[in-house]
């Protein structure tokens, strides 16, 4: 198990950069239009984050970090279909570590629809189970998550009727086992690159970060 001083370093680390990245990227609205679109921002998110923590410590270990994306393949395109923007892989390194994997669909705060959230959460649930399925709503100064089971307690097109946790209390929620699917991990061994482009391909999401915690 990771000892406290590195899982907080770990969970500090990548929290900060994802609202720090999120609140560079956000876009507000010119004449009802972003300049930058949710997907954009979750994919300049993503390798980004490879840029800023690859090869970094935190602790006693050391975060490596790969992201690809695929391009956008039209309104039928199966990330749709399935209802995934963004795949999240976190695996921990070691006798006591995991792979995880979590499905996320990432929002705009001005533009959530309950009714779609909903719809998108249930197609996710079909392929993974509740604990590996989030929102993340992307707000100027970061990001605030969602699970599934809070999507569902949505009564109206905001967060007010929820708690939603920090990007930091979302990935410490990860190291701690209370979220993400370990039927989704990538393993360690071989060649992780080539393991995430397949996992990707796999997910059929638009994104996928992948984390590895070593020590």
């Known amino acids: 198990m990771l000892d406290k001083k590195s899982r907080q370093k770990i969970v500090d680390a990548l929290g900060q950069a994802v609202d720090d990245l999120v609140s560079d990227l956000y876009s507000e609205t010119i004449d009802g239009v972003s300049s930058v679109q949710e997907p954009e921002i979750t994919s300049r998110l993503c390798q980004r984050l490879e840029d800023r923590l690859d090869n970094t410590n935190a602790g006693e270990y050391t975060i490596r970090v790969i992201a690809q994306s695929l391009p956008d393949r039209g309104p039928q395109s199966m990330e749709r279909l399935i209802g995934a923007d963004l795949f999240v892989s976190i695996s921990l390194d070691g006798v006591d570590g995991f792979d995880k994997g979590i499905f996320i669909q990432a929002k705009y705060d001005r533009n959530l629809d309950r009714e779609e959230l909903k719809d998108a959460c249930r197609r996710m649930r079909d392929h993974i189970s509740a604990e590996g399925v989030?929102?993340?709503?992307?707000?100027?100064?970061?990001?605030?998550?969602?699970?599934?089971?809070?999507?569902?307690?949505?009564?109206?097109?905001?967060?007010?009727?929820?708690?939603?946790?920090?990007?930091?209390?979302?990935?410490?929620?990860?190291?701690?086992?209370?979220?993400?699917?370990?039927?989704?991990?990538?393993?360690?061994?071989?060649?992780?690159?080539?393991?995430?482009?397949?996992?990707?391909?796999?997910?059929?999401?638009?994104?996928?970060?992948?984390?590895?915690?070593?020590?």
């Open 134 to 215: 989030y929102v993340w709503v992307y707000e100027p100064e970061g990001v605030k998550v969602i699970s599934s089971h809070q999507v569902d307690q949505m009564k109206k097109n905001s967060l007010g009727d929820v708690r939603p946790r920090s990007s930091t209390g979302f990935f410490g929620r990860v190291i701690d086992c209370f979220a993400g699917s370990k039927a989704w991990g990538i393993p360690s061994g071989g060649d992780r690159r080539k393991a995430v482009a397949a996992k990707l391909r796999e997910a059929r999401a638009r994104s996928i970060l992948d984390i590895n915690l070593r020590k």
